[in-house]
T-cell receptor, first 114, second 109 residues
Framework: DSGVTQTPKHLITATGQRVTLRCSPRSGDLSVYWYQQSLDQGLQFLIQYYNGEERAKGNILERFSAQQFPDLHSELNLSSLELGDSALYFC?????????????FGPGTRLLVL | DAKTTQPPSMDCAEGRAANLPCNHSTISGNEYVYWYRQIHSQGPQYIIHGLKNNETNEMASLIITEDRKSSTLILPHATLRDTAVYYCIVRRLGNQFYFGTGTSLTVIP
């Protein structure tokens, strides 16, 4: 158990819909990262937040957005969902935002878009 | 980020050492080498990381060549629970991880 929690574990929805994935980082961790893992793309970095502010962006679609709240939990919002958005979504956290920081991953949310 | 090259799959007998190689020939001086593994579809699990020196922890050892262009993760006594996909990641000053395709390790009884 990494200490990172994600809800829900599974999510089934239809194309065109909007969903919100939630992540609670390890106690004391200020930085949160979101990753997407699909069968054809592997694990891809989406976005990072540090202490409430966006720190870095990766391959995140414009239909996706995220935020980190004052209590440091984070939400990833996926809108206008397409079949190709079906994937595992992982959240990771680290204490700070330094080079040697180890990231600890949550168990993931499995999203299925029908 | 420096790219990494790993063999797509490997087998290892239970109880023997598993040696997983990684090539990162374009690594630069400030980039760390990280190893994670993913069991089935669980969240990636941190194993070990290093910059220049060899490292050892309770899970594994990391051997980095002197020129830093390659490294080897060593699981000293592989068990069936070590069957997983192992990712070698080279990370720059930015804190984002860029995962490759990894090595699928199968530990055989």
């Amino acid at each position: 158990d990494s200490g990172v929690t994600q809800t829900p574990k599974h999510l089934i929805t239809a194309t065109g819909q909007r969903v919100t994935l939630r992540c609670s980082p390890r106690s004391g961790d200020l930085s949160v990262y979101w990753y997407q893992q699909s069968l054809d793309q592997g694990l891809q970095f989406l976005i990072q937040y540090y202490n409430g502010e966006e720190r870095a962006k990766g391959n995140i679609l414009e239909r996706f957005s995220a935020q980190q709240f004052p209590d440091l939990h984070s939400e990833l919002n996926l809108s206008s969902l397409e079949l190709g958005d079906s994937a595992l979504y992982f959240c990771a956290s680290s204490v700070e935002d330094r080079v040697q920081e180890t990231q600890y991953f949550g168990p993931g949310t499995r999203l299925l878009v029908l | 980020d420096a790219k990494t090259t790993q063999p797509p799959s490997m087998d290892c007998a239970e109880g023997r050492a598993a040696n997983l190689p990684c090539n990162h020939s374009t690594i630069s001086g400030n980039e760390y080498v990280y190893w994670y593994r993913q069991i089935h579809s669980q969240g990636p699990q941190y194993i070990i990381h290093g910059l220049k020196n060899n490292e050892t922890n309770e899970m594994a050892s990391l051997i980095i060549t002197e020129d830093r262009k390659s490294s080897t993760l060593i699981l000293p006594h592989a068990t069936l629970r070590d069957t997983a996909v192992y990712y070698c990641i080279v990370r720059r000053l930015g804190n984002q991880f860029y995962f490759g395709t990894g090595t699928s390790l199968t530990v055989i009884p």
